[in-house]
């Protein structure tokens, strides 16, 4: 319901969404309309919407592993398929945090429910927070989500673009986060080198080729550098994973998402810069997960 008498009925606004192309017509629509502050502000946004723009940036949020995320104009929407990798994290996360219990990173629990997750500061007794890193951070969601099921964490977000900046330092406050501008691990502190317990990435995996294929809403509303993940979408991939071993606490875990069709490839980087891989899918989510895990006996940091 609006918080106004509204001169749009729900069917008008129905309507045109399903005019414009929207399968959903009826939910946006509702959401249009809980969200929207006065008439002028939801006709706004009906023609927003209507004129392509991506339902999450006409509402200003998204909703990724049951929290609402903010997500601004010109940045990368979250995706629902990013929320495996996120549950991925968290489960390589618990086994840091409790070495002396198993875990299973396939654990299908639900990533929107922090209860009974890493326990209490997402740490073991006597041990210090856990440290975790989101590269190519965008709005900084998967980060945010990640802290949220852990507890407390030592949180840090990097990205490239400055719009991604300033929306992610608004989602990763709630954890205390620091979100830095910049080239992959470039903008950290150089006193996390060696000391990173969990380093996702969600970075750009389009092959340029493709990302002229790619629906609407991405390749007009979201920026190509988000996007394009050069000529077989792995040239970012392959510098995280090139980097990795450096930031890593022995132990640690990099963890990414590609295609299924690119992890053989994503595998034999991950396995070149000397980190243990694993490979996990969700055919419900369309997701795959690449991993590497530092082993936890290696001398010094490398990369
Ligand atoms: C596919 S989006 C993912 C955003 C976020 N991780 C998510 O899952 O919603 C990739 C992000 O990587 C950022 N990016 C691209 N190249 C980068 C680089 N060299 N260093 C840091 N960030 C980069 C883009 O600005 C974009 O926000």
């Known amino acids: 319901m609006p918080a106004f008498p509204s001169p749009l009925s729900e069917s008008a606004i129905v309507a045109r969404l399903r005019a ?8 946006e629509a509702r959401l249009l309309l809980a ?7 939801l006709a706004d946004m009906v023609d927003r919407r209507v ?16 929290l609402r995320m903010a997500v601004d104009p010109g940045v990368f929407v979250p995706r629902r398929r990013t929320e495996f990798l996120v549950r991925q994290a968290a489960a390589l996360a618990r086994q840091a945090a409790a070495p002396a219990g198993p875990a299973d990173p396939a654990d299908p629990a639900d990533p929107a429910d ?32 990640l802290a949220a099921i852990l507890g407390q964490v030592e949180l840090h977000a990097v990205d490239i673009d400055r719009a991604a900046v300033r929306c992610a330092r608004r989602n990763v406050a709630a954890a205390g986060g620091q979100v830095y501008e910049g080239d992959l691990c470039a903008p950290l502190p150089a006193t996390l080198r060696g000391r990173v317990d969990i380093l996702i990435a969600n970075a750009p ?11 609407p809403e991405a390749r007009l509303h ?7 993940g ?3 979408g792995l040239d970012i991939l392959r510098r995280v ?5 450096t930031w890593l606490a022995p132990g640690g875990h990099l963890l990414f998402e590609t295609s299924e069709r690119q992890a053989p490839r994503a595998v034999a980087a991950v396995t070149r810069s000397g980190l243990i891989p694993h490979v996990a899918s969700s055919g419900q989510l369309n997701a795959t997960v690449v991993a590497g895990t530092r082993p936890a006996a290696a001398g010094g940091p490398g990369g």
């Open 51 to 66: 004129a392509g723009q991506p339902l999450e940036h006409v509402l200003g949020w998204a909703e990724f592993c049951g």
């Open 35 to 41: 969200e929207a502050r006065t008439p002028a502000g």
């Open 205 to 215: 995996y389009v092959p340029t080729e493709e990302v002229g294929m790619l629906p």
């Open 230 to 232: 050069g000529a077989d």
């Open 114 to 145: 922090p209860a009974g997750r890493a326990g209490p500061g997402g740490q073991a007794p006597g041990r210090a927070r856990l440290v975790v890193v989101d590269l190519c951070c965008g709005s900084g969601a998967a980060g945010a989500a």
């Open 222 to 228: 979201e920026p190509r550098v988000a996007l394009d």
């Open 241 to 245: 994973t090139a980097a990795a071993p």
């Open 20 to 27: 414009a192309g929207c399968v959903f017509a009826e939910d």
